[in-house]
């Protein structure tokens, strides 16, 4: 009983050998019934996200958000959708047409892609593949590939400039990103993810603080989300690769980054949460499902407390925080990981899990020092009195010295 | 299994009118965009094979880093966007005459083969072809040498790329 959605589809299943069909073509009518069913909900899931999105950030700036139409506002997406759907679509001349109109589908399709691997509960997953995290990795490549088809057919170059800026950092971020996502598939032995949740009788957040933050924060900054919202920066490059897109697809677009948030915050409840494990959803698959999306929404609003609490970085900082920091970190938890698994071997759980999060604080305890230090000596260059004209600097740039160099 | 060739056809036809389109479009972003199908197809192949592991590194490596970096490549390098040139240069005939031949041998090669003909045999669902390639890779007796080589290959242009990047004081 507790299982309802397995309880359609084996009532599906038997209504269409009941038609005559044969079993493999059942499975393939079942398959495509599936896919149909999760994008679906995956999409609805995302006009409601639009509402969510601007509650959260209402009550962060101390207002009250949508709350006319229907209920709390409700309906209010509803109708934000319908006012995309009946705008004027407007392709920029010298736009190169096919292009143009295959990055909007590209980049919300890409995230809908993302939810084939990610389980739901025990019974409901897309595909169990024994490469899911390379998987996540994979999609996200192909991503950053719709992000550059709109910035260069848009013909703008803001669009352009937007959409390099944008393809840079996530490349860079996705550095960090994966060697992250290796630390959890050490501790659990495996890539595909619903056998990383299952692996989880302890969650790996307290077994890998630092490879969940470091997830986190690079999650973040492959959003494009603020702090690390560059490739939009309104002051500079207008709006970014979307510039030229309006009505729908830049609906598309909009619709993608959201639910974008929202499958990061799935991927992180799935690999350091725990996913839809919790008390009774061995037995009761459909609570599996309601303890993963309190868990993806938990990280989603997460990701919106950092995003409406902090300025935007700068290009230098944003590209400094990921090179010298989260990927040096990131290598030095998974070496540390390796080793400490590898010696642990058929150690009792609690020792295990304890040397392991102990291990991971006297990282951040060291990675904290070295930052404060590092900081102190940067405030310290900043503050010593730096005259131009000393004697000194004149002769450091003088033309003989610049010729003989 | 019936399924199976028809997709197969499909994903040869899709594979090769993407390769022939790189060729022969004259926008080289385009050209760019049909390399990127073509890579997916032959990622798709890998899929056909079982071999998934094979498949997501494909479309990582190939798709993620090396089209993201010729259309990085293409579109930073001013006025060549469009060729007017001509699109072939004399040897075009020794070109040809030498794929052909290639192409032959590799046939012939394939053909020598006994498996050549033999219909993909069943995989056992309950080998993990991910744990047994990644103990293939470190295990002594398989492919140990040929890996580290490959990461110390790897590793020297790694620093090679620092070196030739380091702004000398």
């Given at each position: 009983?507790?299982?309802?959605v397995?309880?359609?589809?084996?009532?599906?299943?038997?209504?269409?050998?009941g038609?005559?069909?044969s079993?493999?073509?059942?499975?393939v009518?079942?398959?495509?019934?599936?896919?149909?069913?999760?994008?679906?909900?995956?999409?609805?899931?995302?006009?409601?996200?639009?509402?969510?999105?601007?509650?959260?950030?209402?009550?962060?700036?101390?207002?009250?958000?949508?709350?006319?139409?229907?209920?709390?506002?409700?309906?209010?997406?509803?109708?934000?959708?319908?006012?995309?759907?009946?705008?004027?679509?407007?392709?920029?001349?010298?736009?190169?047409?096919?292009?143009?109109?295959?990055?909007?589908?590209?980049?919300?399709?890409?995230?809908?892609?993302?939810?084939?691997?990610?389980?739901?509960?025990?019974?409901?997953?897309?595909?169990?593949?024994?490469?899911?995290?390379?998987?996540?990795?994979?999609?996200?490549?192909?991503?950053?590939?719709?992000?550059?088809?709109?910035?260069?057919?848009?013909?703008?170059?803001?669009?352009?400039?937007?959409a390099?800026?944008?393809?840079?950092?996530?490349?860079?971020?996705?550095?960090?990103?994966?060697?992250?996502?290796?630390?959890?598939?050490?501790?659990?032995?495996?890539?595909?993810?619903?056998?990383?949740?299952?692996?989880?009788?302890?969650?790996?957040?307290?077994?890998a603080?630092?490879?969940?933050?470091?997830?986190?924060?690079?999650?973040?900054?492959?959003?494009?989300?603020?702090?690390?919202?560059l490739?939009?920066?309104?002051?500079?490059?207008?709006?970014?690769?979307?510039?030229?897109?309006?009505?729908?697809?830049?609906?598309?677009?909009?619709a993608?980054?959201?639910?974008?948030a929202?499958?990061?915050g799935?991927?992180f409840?799935?690999?350091?949460?725990?996913?839809?494990?919790?008390?009774?959803?061995?037995?009761?698959?459909i609570?599996?499902?309601?303890?993963?999306?309190?868990?993806?929404?938990?990280?989603?609003?997460?990701?919106?407390?950092?995003?409406?609490?902090?300025?935007?970085v700068?290009?230098?900082?944003?590209?400094?925080?990921?090179?010298?920091?989260?990927?040096?970190?990131a290598?030095?938890?998974?070496?540390?990981?390796?080793l400490?698994?590898?010696l642990?071997?058929?150690?009792?759980?609690?020792v295990y899990?304890?040397?392991?999060?102990?291990?991971?604080?006297?990282?951040?305890?060291?990675?904290?020092?070295?930052?404060r230090?590092?900081?102190?000596?940067?405030?310290?260059r900043?503050a010593?009195?730096?005259?131009?004209?000393?004697?000194e600097?004149?002769?450091?740039?003088?033309?003989?010295?610049?010729?003989?160099? | 299994?019936?399924?199976?060739?028809?997709?197969?056809?499909?994903?040869?036809?899709?594979?090769?009118?993407?390769?022939?389109?790189?060729?022969?479009?004259?926008?080289?972003?385009?050209?760019?965009?049909?390399?990127?199908l073509?890579?997916?197809?032959?990622?798709?192949?890998?899929?056909?094979l079982?071999?998934?592991?094979?498949?997501?590194?494909?479309?990582?490596?190939?798709?993620?880093?090396?089209?993201?970096?010729m259309?990085?490549?293409?579109?930073l390098?001013?006025?060549?966007?469009?060729?007017?040139?001509?699109?072939?240069?004399?040897?075009?005939?020794?070109?040809?005459?030498?794929?052909?031949?290639?192409?032959?041998?590799?046939?012939?090669?394939?053909?020598?083969?006994?498996g050549?003909l033999?219909?993909?045999?069943?995989?056992?669902?309950?080998?993990?072809?991910?744990?047994?390639l990644?103990?293939?890779?470190?295990?002594?007796?398989?492919?140990?040498?040929?890996?580290?080589?490959?990461?110390?290959?790897?590793?020297?242009?790694?620093?090679?790329?620092?070196?030739?990047?380091?702004?000398?004081?």
């Open positions: 009983m507790g299982d309802p397995i309880l359609v589809a084996k009532w599906l299943e038997q209504l269409l050998a038609w005559g069909l079993a493999s073509q059942v499975n009518v079942m398959t495509f019934i599936g896919v149909l069913v999760l994008a679906v909900f995956v999409l609805l899931l995302d006009i409601f996200m639009v509402w969510v999105e601007r509650k959260v950030v209402a009550r962060f700036q101390d207002r009250f958000g949508p709350n006319r139409l229907g209920p709390f506002g409700l309906i209010q997406p509803i109708a934000d959708v319908i006012k995309l759907l009946i705008k004027e679509n407007i392709t920029p001349a010298g736009a190169d047409r096919v292009v143009f109109n295959l990055a909007p589908i590209m980049a919300l399709a890409t995230v809908i892609m993302l939810w084939a691997v990610i389980p739901l509960s025990p019974t409901v997953f897309g595909s169990d593949v024994n490469v899911g995290v390379l998987y996540v990795v994979a999609i996200g490549a192909i991503s950053t590939l719709g992000i550059i088809m709109a910035g260069w057919a848009s013909n703008n170059k803001y669009a352009l400039l937007g390099f800026r944008a393809v840079a950092q996530v490349i860079s971020y996705e550095v960090p990103m994966v060697i992250s996502l290796m630390v959890p598939v050490i501790l659990a032995r495996t890539m595909g993810i619903n056998s990383i949740v299952q692996a989880q009788s302890v969650w790996y957040i307290v077994m603080p630092i490879a969940a933050l470091i997830f986190l924060l690079s999650a973040i900054a492959e959003l494009g989300r603020a702090p690390f919202d490739p939009e920066g309104e002051s500079e490059i207008v709006a970014g690769f979307h510039i030229e897109y309006t009505g729908m697809k830049f609906g598309m677009f909009y993608g980054e959201l639910l974008h929202l499958t990061m799935g991927l409840a799935s690999l350091f949460l725990g996913g839809w494990r919790g008390p009774g959803a061995e037995a009761y698959p609570l599996g499902i309601i303890y993963f999306f309190i868990k993806a929404f938990f990280i989603y609003w997460v990701i919106a407390w950092v995003k409406y609490s902090l300025p935007r700068r290009i230098d900082q944003m590209l400094n925080l990921n090179w010298k920091v989260l990927t040096p970190l290598l030095s938890v998974l070496i540390v990981t390796a400490l698994d590898k642990l071997a058929g150690a009792p759980i609690v899990v304890l040397s392991l999060l102990a291990a991971n604080l006297a990282i951040l305890l060291t990675t904290s020092r070295l930052l230090r590092y900081a102190r000596s940067g405030r310290q900043v010593q009195p730096a005259p131009i004209a000393t004697p600097r004149a002769v450091a740039i003088s033309p003989k010295q610049n010729a003989s160099a | 299994m019936t399924a199976m060739p028809i997709l197969f056809t499909l994903v040869a036809a899709l594979t090769l009118g993407a390769a022939l389109l790189v060729v022969t479009t004259r926008n080289l972003v385009h050209a760019a965009l049909w390399l990127v073509a890579l997916f197809g032959v990622a798709v192949f890998f899929v056909l079982s071999a998934g592991f094979l498949a997501v590194a494909q479309v990582v490596i190939y798709i993620g880093a090396i089209a993201v970096l259309i990085f490549a293409i579109m390098t001013r006025r060549i966007a469009r060729d007017a040139g001509p699109q072939v240069n004399p040897n075009w005939g020794w070109a040809l005459l030498i794929t052909a031949l290639f192409f032959g041998g590799l046939v012939w090669m394939v053909f020598q083969w006994p050549a033999a219909t993909q045999p069943e995989l056992n669902p309950a080998l993990d072809t991910v744990q047994e990644g103990k293939a890779l470190v295990s002594p007796g398989a492919y140990l040498i040929p890996f580290e080589v490959a990461s110390v290959l790897l590793l020297a242009a790694l620093i090679g790329a620092i070196m030739i990047a380091w702004e000398r004081k």
